[in-house]
């Protein structure tokens, strides 16, 4: 054994001396070309350059003058040029070289800062580098090179320069040097001129082949050398690596930069994995578990995360176990769409338990242990049940509109003055940002006699949450109408441990900041389940509300972005303005209050939405406390509710629940006899009022309203305007635009036929409320991310948006290949995302899309007369699927293409870090993606909305055809 030892140690020896011999024989060949700079910056500007011979040759004549502080550095940058050279051999010789001194890998921490460049608040604007050839992977190049500047409107003498700062071990601050933030604040009188793009350059260097993990802390994106996009951790969540391969070599880390203040930090880091035998997967904590009710489990679901850290195989889940009191329950999970986690992925797997109802006959908390079993091994984590009683708040967990499992708090009513009831109605109270959904919940206390009393007289009180900034609008929306619908549900099965059930169709709708906004808009949008509003400090529409959401202020693209196209992006959101949608509430008892010195809000967001509800006669109460700011505990006295619980608002509580509902009548008669108005951008968004509920518009995301009048008992007349299909759900006769009809039972739908008569729904290709837009309607139910496996790299483009959902709004997002779903999985009950090439389009078309509102040529695609080729061409668009589900395709021409694309699913910066795709985003966008790096949306060569018959539209596209 010894003597076999020996021989293969002098053999290595051997070939080690032969090969540094021949390294050092060509020497003179690498030497004798010229050296710019014979600096380690020097080596790598010409590296960077690819001028790789320079690099070599200053690399080479560094270390024949015996430069020791760097050399492992000199001897990995040196290889790093054999290898642009193609010379294999001699880069490996000078990697083990470099080793000895280095180790696996080295972070350089120094790293490169490019900016501050203008930017806008949305998700998408212009990135001022895109008009250098490549972008910022060719300005990177000059980063070594004295005197370089590029231009900046942000900085005197409007140039800018890259700095080096040094990464600490808190991450790298970065400060732009000689910009006035305070004086451009000043004279543009917008704080949100402080909100700046730029760029930082790290360098990573390999002496052998190796896989990494690798997360970046507080940026929108990150690349490692041009080719590998990862998501950033904007919230600083630091639980998600994204693994890698890479050669031997130096590599480069381009990191995008975005910040709403004078100065930045993030913080990249690199994992080595040692490990050969390392499974590479990793199942999470629970970040929230449901809560037993006094020994009771009302909740069955459990999201898990696990992370596939492999960066080429797919983790497959065998088995989930969850133990308790020493019993094993088998966790459920959809296994038929859902194949596994693909290389890279982090998911939040819905699980269900199906739990004994009586846990505990004393209220305790019990630990469980989950155990996760895969094709890699198995991993156990450890938790606790919490327990409380009836008279706490309690947490609850439940499956979301989007097949995630998301949790609310709820309380049960604080007492039951009237007798026991079958059912009571539901304070639906929404916190503002940052705020947990339990503290939410447990801001409606009191004190009473020396003691804490938490809750509503007579009404549930329910504080659901969502990650992310939704703002209540959108997913934050239906998050909470789901919520509301649990509750209902198991409050109403459990009767015998609850005094009543919570009533999903008598709800006040209230919050507080980001909440009070809240409470306008699900009481707008779901105004015949309102019985009243509370809005506490609530602003009216976040793009009016500060600085965080300005439209088109100081954007890159403002320049060029046609007014048509600025029309449409800001259709795809208007549904989410309170102001325009008060009239839907007007019947509805409201309390609107603020703090006098309140400057977080504004007083004057509440003021108006006050006058605009005034002029309306609606039964409206307006409130500005004096000495008040944004928050307070104490109102009149110490602990008597303060900001959302105290006696103003416990009286205006206990006057709409006692009523309970019913209508109120006064001498101008009752709350069901006055005329009402139903206001509406986007029907897919907007609940009915007084059983009338629009399906399609006339012209789509334009202002639609219907007058409604009560004429008589059961009788109703209705005037529309751009109103082409409607339900009518309450029973009675009815006058629409002066035709008559009778509305039995099971209600009713009718449209507007060709010859302005109100007929039957109509035969054919319609849209409907399952298949209107705008793109983010496709995540507002389950959903899958499908890659075509002709077109490999659609799978890591999958991956870079499943882990998007994770990461922005804690969202289930599977990825499974077109194979999977064409070999016979069951996806009935999901909308589909389809990432591919132009190639994929008849791949897709032919498996799943009902109808193509867009046709394909030989050289692109034609929407109406608009023809489009380009190289650099990308399409995303609705499309309606065979199974009457909402189809939406990402197609790239190119990779470049289908990257430049994926941009627009790039989130902004908190507080405004939006779920991918939420934001301005219509239902279909042809983009040049070469352009719309340079310019923004304005790179849009047409966008617009498709038609109630899924065909092109002027009267609502960008572009002329």
Same mark, same amino acid.
């Given at each position: 054994?010894?003597?076999?030892?020996?021989?293969?140690?002098?053999?290595?020896?051997?070939?080690?001396?032969?090969?540094?011999?021949?390294?050092?024989?060509?020497?003179?060949?690498?030497?004798?070309?010229?050296?710019?700079?014979?600096?380690?910056?020097?080596?790598?500007?010409?590296?960077?350059?690819?001028?790789?011979?320079?690099?070599?040759?200053?690399?080479?004549?560094?270390?024949?003058?015996? +430069?020791?502080?760097?050399?492992?550095? &000199?001897?990995?940058?040196?290889?790093?040029?054999?290898?642009?050279?193609?010379?294999?051999?001699?880069?490996?010789?000078?990697?083990?070289?470099?080793?000895?001194?280095?180790?696996?890998?080295?972070?350089? =921490?120094?790293?490169?800062?490019?900016?501050?460049?203008?930017?806008?608040?949305?998700?998408?604007?212009?990135?001022?580098?895109?008009?250098?050839?490549?972008?910022?992977?060719?300005?990177?190049?000059? %980063?070594?090179?004295?005197?370089?500047?590029?231009?900046?409107?942000?900085?005197?003498?409007?140039?800018?320069?890259?700095?080096?700062?040094?990464?600490?071990?808190?991450?790298?601050?970065?400060?732009?040097?000689?910009?006035?933030?305070?004086?451009?604040? %000043?004279?543009?009188?917008?704080?949100?001129?402080?909100?700046?793009?730029?760029?930082?350059?790290?360098?990573?260097?390999?002496?052998?082949?190796?896989?990494?993990?690798? #997360?970046?802390?507080?940026?929108?994106?990150?690349?490692?050398?041009?080719?590998?996009?990862?998501?950033?951790?904007?919230?600083?969540?630091?639980?998600?690596?994204?693994?890698?391969?890479?050669?031997?070599?130096?590599?480069?880390?381009?990191?995008?930069?975005?910040?709403?203040?004078?100065?930045?930090?993030?913080?990249?880091?690199?994992? &080595?994995?040692?490990?050969?035998?390392?499974?590479?997967?990793?199942?999470?904590?629970?970040?929230?578990?449901?809560?037993?009710?006094?020994?009771?489990?009302?909740?069955?679901?459990?999201?898990?995360?696990?992370?596939?850290?492999?960066?080429?195989?797919?983790?497959?889940?065998?088995?989930?176990?969850?133990?308790?009191?020493?019993?094993?329950?088998?966790?459920?999970?959809?296994?038929?769409?859902?194949?596994?986690?693909?290389?890279?992925?982090?998911?939040?797997?819905?699980?269900?338990?199906?739990?004994?109802?009586?846990?505990?006959?004393?209220?305790?908390?019990?630990?469980?242990?989950?155990?996760?079993?895969?094709?890699?091994?198995? #991993?156990?984590?450890?938790?606790?049940?919490?327990?409380?009683?009836?008279?706490?708040?309690?947490?609850?967990?439940?499956?979301?509109?989007?097949?995630?499992?998301?949790?609310?708090?709820?309380?049960?009513?604080? #007492?039951?003055?009237?007798?026991?009831?079958?059912?009571?109605?539901?304070?639906?109270?929404?916190?503002?940002?940052?705020?947990?959904?339990?503290?939410?919940?447990?801001?409606?206390?009191?004190?009473?006699?020396?003691?804490?009393?938490?809750?509503?007289?007579?009404?549930?009180?329910?504080?659901?949450?969502?990650?992310?900034?939704?703002?209540?609008?959108?997913?934050?929306?239906?998050?909470?109408?789901?919520?509301?619908?649990?509750?209902?549900?198991?409050?109403?099965?459990?009767?015998?441990?609850?005094?009543?059930?919570?009533?999903?169709?008598?709800?006040?709708?209230?919050?507080?900041?980001?909440?009070?906004?809240?409470?306008?808009?699900?009481?707008?949008?779901?105004?015949?389940?309102?019985?009243?509003?509370?809005?506490?400090?609530?602003?009216?529409?976040?793009?009016?509300?500060?600085?965080?959401?300005?439209?088109?202020?100081?954007?890159?693209?403002?320049?060029?972005?046609?007014?048509?196209?600025?029309?449409?992006?800001?259709?795809?959101?208007?549904?989410?303005?309170?102001?325009?949608?008060?009239?839907?509430?007007?019947?509805?008892?409201?309390?609107?209050?603020?703090?006098?010195?309140?400057?977080?809000?504004?007083?004057?967001?509440?003021?108006?939405?006050?006058?605009?509800?005034?002029?309306?006669?609606?039964?409206?109460?307006?409130?500005?406390?004096?000495?008040?700011?944004?928050?307070?505990?104490?109102?009149?006295?110490?602990?008597?509710?303060?900001?959302?619980?105290?006696?103003?608002?416990?009286?205006?509580?206990?006057?709409?629940?006692?009523?309970?509902?019913?209508?109120?009548?006064?001498?101008?008669?009752?709350?069901?006899?006055?005329?009402?108005?139903?206001? &509406?951008?986007?029907?897919?968004?907007?609940?009915?009022?007084?059983?009338?509920?629009?399906?399609? #518009?006339?012209?789509?995301?334009?202002?639609?309203?219907?007058?409604?009048?009560?004429?008589?008992?059961?009788?109703?007349?209705?005037?529309?305007?751009?109103?082409?299909?409607?339900?009518?759900?309450?029973?009675?006769?009815?006058?629409?635009?002066?035709?008559?009809?009778?509305?039995?039972?099971?209600?009713?739908?009718?449209?507007?036929?060709?010859?302005? +008569?109100?007929?039957?729904?109509?035969?054919?290709?319609?849209?409907?409320?399952?298949?209107?837009?705008?793109?983010?309607?496709?995540?507002?139910?389950?959903?899958?991310?499908?890659?075509?496996?002709?077109?490999?790299?659609?799978?890591?483009?999958?991956?870079?948006?499943?882990?998007?959902?994770?990461?922005?709004?804690?969202?289930?997002?599977?990825?499974?290949?077109?194979?999977?779903?064409?070999?016979?999985?069951?996806?009935?009950?999901?909308?589909?995302?389809?990432?591919?090439? %132009?190639?994929?389009?008849?791949?897709?078309?032919?498996?799943?899309?009902?109808?193509? =509102?867009?046709?394909?040529?030989?050289?692109?695609?034609?929407?109406?007369?608009?023809?489009?080729?380009?190289?650099?061409?990308? &399409?995303?668009?609705?499309?309606?699927?065979?199974?009457?589900?909402?189809?939406?395709?990402?197609?790239?021409?190119?990779?470049?293409?289908?990257?430049?694309?994926?941009?627009?699913?790039?989130?902004?910066?908190?507080?405004?870090?939006?779920?991918?795709?939420?934001?301005?985003?219509?239902?279909?966008?042809?983009?040049?993606?070469?352009?719309?790096?340079?310019?923004?949306?304005?790179?849009?060569?047409?966008?617009?909305?498709?038609?109630?018959?899924?065909?092109?539209?002027?009267?609502?596209?960008?572009?002329?055809?």
């Amino acid at each position: 054994m010894r003597s076999t030892f020996f021989v293969e140690f002098v053999v290595i020896l051997l070939l080690f001396e032969r090969c540094h011999a021949e390294i050092i024989a060509g020497y003179s060949e690498w030497t004798a070309v010229s050296c710019p700079a014979k600096s380690l910056s020097g080596v790598k500007n010409s590296l960077v350059g690819r001028k790789c011979d320079k690099a070599l040759s200053c690399a080479l004549q560094l270390l024949d003058d015996g +430069e020791t502080a760097n050399s492992g550095i &000199l001897w990995s940058l040196a290889g790093e040029a054999f290898t642009c050279l193609s010379k294999a051999k001699e880069a490996s010789f000078c990697f083990q070289q470099s080793q000895s001194s280095l180790g696996t890998f080295h972070l350089n =921490p120094d790293w490169h800062c490019l900016g501050p460049f203008i930017i806008g608040k949305p998700e998408l604007d212009a990135d001022p580098l895109a008009g250098r050839s490549n972008g910022i992977f060719n300005v990177s190049s000059y %980063r070594y090179r004295k005197g370089f500047s590029i231009l900046s409107e942000l900085a005197p003498d409007a140039t800018i320069q890259w700095s080096k700062v040094k990464q600490r071990q808190e991450g790298v601050v970065y400060q732009p040097d000689g910009v006035d933030f305070n004086d451009l604040v %000043r004279s543009l009188g917008s704080l949100g001129i402080l909100e700046w793009q730029g760029w930082a350059v790290g360098e990573l260097v390999l002496t052998t082949p190796s896989t990494l993990l690798t #997360q970046c802390l507080g940026v929108v994106a990150f690349y490692v050398n041009a080719a590998n996009k990862f998501p950033g951790d904007v919230y600083f969540r630091d639980s998600t690596f994204h693994p890698i391969r890479l050669e031997a070599g130096f590599h480069q880390i381009y990191v995008k930069l975005r910040s709403a203040k004078p100065q930045i930090m993030f913080r990249c880091t690199f994992k &080595l994995v040692k490990d050969s035998q390392d499974p590479l997967f990793t199942v999470h904590s629970p970040k929230f578990l449901p809560d037993m009710v006094d020994g009771y489990m009302l909740s069955q679901y459990i999201p898990l995360g696990i992370d596939n850290r492999h960066p080429g195989e797919w983790l497959t889940i065998d088995k989930i176990e969850l133990t308790i009191k020493k019993s094993s329950i088998e966790g459920h999970f959809e296994k038929s769409a859902f194949i596994g986690i693909a290389p890279g992925q982090s998911i939040l797997l819905p699980v269900k338990f199906a739990f004994d109802r009586r846990l505990s006959d004393s209220c305790r908390s019990l630990p469980i242990q989950i155990t996760v079993t895969t094709s890699r091994g198995s #991993q156990t984590i450890s938790k606790e049940l919490r327990c409380r009683t009836k008279s706490d708040s309690f947490l609850f967990t439940f499956l979301d509109h989007d097949g995630s499992v998301q949790h609310a708090a709820a309380l049960h009513p604080l #007492q039951m003055t009237k007798g026991k009831r079958s059912e009571c109605p539901t304070v639906l109270s929404l916190h503002g940002t940052s705020i947990s959904p339990q503290n939410q919940a447990d801001s409606y206390k009191q004190m009473v006699k020396g003691r804490y009393v938490f809750g509503v007289e007579n009404a549930w009180l329910l504080a659901p949450t969502r990650h992310g900034a939704h703002n209540w609008e959108g997913p934050g929306a239906l998050t909470s109408m789901a919520a509301l619908q649990a509750l209902a549900s198991f409050t109403s099965a459990d009767s015998s441990l609850f005094d009543c059930a919570a009533s999903s169709s008598k709800v006040i709708f209230a919050g507080h900041s980001m909440g009070g906004h809240g409470a306008w808009h699900l009481a707008t949008h779901y105004p015949d389940q309102a019985i009243g509003v509370i809005s506490l400090a609530g602003w009216i529409r976040k793009e009016s509300y500060g600085d965080s959401n300005l439209f088109f202020r100081h954007d890159v693209s403002y320049s060029f972005v046609s007014p048509a196209l600025k029309s449409i992006l800001e259709n795809t959101i208007a549904e989410n303005d309170a102001d325009r949608h008060v009239s839907n509430i007007a019947h509805v008892p409201i309390l609107a209050r603020i703090g006098a010195n309140d400057r977080t809000v504004h007083p004057i967001f509440v003021r108006q939405m006050y006058r605009l509800l005034h002029d309306l006669n609606a039964d409206v109460s307006y409130h500005e406390l004096p000495g008040k700011e944004h928050w307070w505990w104490d109102t009149e006295k110490e602990n008597d509710g303060g900001a959302v619980n105290d006696a103003q608002i416990r009286k205006f509580m206990k006057v709409v629940i006692d009523k309970d509902g019913q209508e109120s009548c006064s001498k101008d008669g009752c709350d069901q006899e006055r005329d009402v108005t139903l206001t &509406l951008q986007n029907p897919a968004s907007q609940g009915s009022l007084r059983g009338v509920h629009v399906l399609l #518009q006339k012209i789509p995301f334009r202002s639609t309203s219907v007058h409604i009048r009560h004429s008589a008992k059961d009788g109703f007349e209705l005037q529309t305007e751009n109103v082409q299909c409607l339900r009518l759900t309450q029973k009675g006769t009815y006058q629409i635009d002066g035709h008559a009809m009778g509305v039995q039972d099971d209600g009713k739908e009718m449209c507007l036929n060709d010859k302005a +008569e109100w007929t039957l729904p109509p035969t054919g290709l319609t849209r409907n409320m399952r298949t209107l837009g705008p793109a983010r309607r496709v995540f507002e139910a389950p959903f899958l991310l499908v890659f075509d496996p002709a077109w490999p790299q659609s799978a890591v483009q999958a991956v870079y948006l499943a882990n998007l959902f994770q990461s922005l709004s804690d969202t289930y997002a599977p990825v499974v290949s077109l194979t999977h779903l064409q070999e016979g999985a069951d996806y009935a009950d999901y909308n589909l995302v389809m990432i591919g090439s %132009r190639q994929s389009l008849s791949h897709y078309k032919h498996a799943f899309i009902q109808h193509m =509102p867009f046709q394909e040529t030989p050289n692109g695609l034609r929407i109406g007369s608009c023809s489009f080729a380009r190289d650099e061409q990308a &399409l995303l668009s609705l499309v309606p699927l065979k199974a009457d589900r909402l189809g939406l395709l990402l197609i790239g021409w190119t990779e470049r293409a289908i990257q430049g694309l994926l941009a627009l699913a790039d989130p902004t910066i908190p507080p405004m870090a939006r779920s991918p795709f939420s934001n301005l985003i219509p239902d279909f966008i042809m983009m040049d993606s070469d352009q719309t790096e340079a310019k923004g949306p304005g790179g849009f060569q047409c966008a617009g909305f498709w038609s109630n018959h899924w065909q092109w539209d002027q009267m609502t596209s960008s572009c002329i055809c």
